[in-house]
């Protein structure tokens, strides 16, 4: 199985602060990554699918890239409201891995 | 917008059986598949397994093979997924999301979440 690794765990920025995240697949599947936010004891919500398209109704200040194994989910601007957890997510094919999650502090 | 809908709580000893119900409303529920994950108390997420609710098609993780049995009943736009062989460590919340059809299997919805503790 191809397995999805986050990096860093954790982190902590200020408010204002440019996030970037990082997933790294072991193998190639090519654009089908998609990123959640999960807030402290809430539901995920979908952020990015297709690694870099935007779902509806979220800030423009979440963006997303790369293709194949590297991919990055960047927060423009760190506000009070995106500390979460941030899980990257493959979808190529079964199983839909998740990484282990980032950790966002402020 | 749509909604899934998660039935409530559980407590169940080691060995016994859970199912959890999650019913849908707002869309065509036999146009999407439903998936379901879990996530452990302070852990991450964890990827169940699938069911698509208009071809009947599953697909389960490995760990839960033989364990997990996914349905749907369209009648009432409800999927359901049952553990058995309960272990403490199958404690968890337990999460139905919607997920569109291929290519873009990603879960874009959520239910609220089912706790399920398993003790003696």
């Known amino acids: 199985d191809i397995q999805m690794t986050q990096s860093p765990s954790s982190l902590s920025a200020s408010v204002g602060d440019r996030v970037t995240i990082t997933c790294r697949a072991s193998?190639?599947?090519?654009?089908?990554l998609a990123w959640y936010q999960q807030r402290p004891g809430k539901v995920p919500k979908l952020l990015i699918y297709?690694?870099?398209t935007l779902q509806s109704g979220v800030p423009s200040r979440f963006s997303g890239s790369g293709s194949e194994t590297d991919f990055t989910l960047t927060i423009s601007s760190l506000q009070p409201e995106d500390v979460a957890t941030y899980y990257c997510q493959k979808y190529n094919s079964v199983p839909h891995t998740f990484g282990q999650g980032t950790k966002v502090d402020i | 917008q749509f909604q899934l809908v998660q039935s409530g709580g559980e407590v169940q000893k080691p060995g016994a059986s859970v199912k959890v119900s999650c019913k849908a409303s707002g869309y065509t529920f036999s146009a999407y598949h439903v998936t379901w994950v879990r996530q452990a108390p302070g852990q991450g997420l964890e990827w169940m397994g699938w069911?698509?609710?208009?071809?009947?098609?599953?697909d389960y993780a490995e760990q839960f093979q033989g364990r997990v049995t996914m349905t749907t009943d369209t009648s009432t736009s409800t999927a359901y997924m049952e553990l058995r062989g309960l272990r403490s460590d199958d404690t968890a919340v337990y999460f139905c999301?919607?997920?569109?059809?291929?290519?873009?299997?990603?879960?874009?919805?959520w239910g609220q979440g089912t706790l399920v503790t398993v003790s003696s």
């Open positions: 069911i698509s609710a208009y071809s009947g098609h599953i």
């Open positions: 193998q190639d599947i090519s654009n089908y």
């Open positions: 999301a919607r997920v569109p059809s291929f290519p873009r299997t990603y879960s874009d919805g």
């Open positions: 297709a690694a870099s």
